[in-house]
């Protein structure tokens, strides 16, 4: 069984930064793409970013792409969302994810077998 837990989510100014983390447990974490997604209240769950498990490519949404960076220590069976320049809009819980069979579709939320609980994020303006 795998378990994924976040940490790091807090309250933070806009332009600020946080840096999410995502502990992963199971002996198979090298071979899991993960993800984070996040979720505003009254909106679905959307795709923030994911790290292959094959050759470690990084995919971001439009929308945080040049401000967050996603990254993995496998050694540590670690996940992490470096967020910078946080605006208003980022404020969600954000999720990591993870997905055992590299799935093309990594945009999609139907694709990821785990999930941790999520860590709130609030951006003030």
């Known amino acids: 069984q795998v378990q994924l837990v976040e940490s790091g989510g807090g309250l933070v100014q806009a332009g600020g930064s946080l840096r999410l983390s995502c502990a992963v447990s199971?002996?198979?974490?090298?071979?899991?793409?993960m993800a984070w997604f996040r979720q505003a209240p009254g909106k679905e769950r959307e795709f923030v970013a994911t790290?292959?498990?094959?050759?470690?490519?990084?995919y971001y949404a439009d929308s945080v792409k040049g401000r967050f960076t996603i990254s993995r220590d496998n050694a540590k069976n670690a996940l992490y969302l470096q967020m910078n320049s946080l605006e208003p809009e980022d404020t969600a819980v954000y999720s990591c994810?993870?997905?055992?069979?590299?799935?093309?579709?990594?945009?999609?939320?139907?694709?990821?077998?785990?999930w941790g609980q999520g860590t709130q994020v609030t951006v003030s303006s």
């Open positions: 994810a993870a997905d055992r069979t590299g799935s093309s579709y990594y945009q999609r939320r139907t694709e990821y077998e785990y």
């Open positions: 790290i292959r498990w094959s050759d470690s490519s990084t």
């Open positions: 199971g002996r198979a974490f090298v071979s899991y793409s």
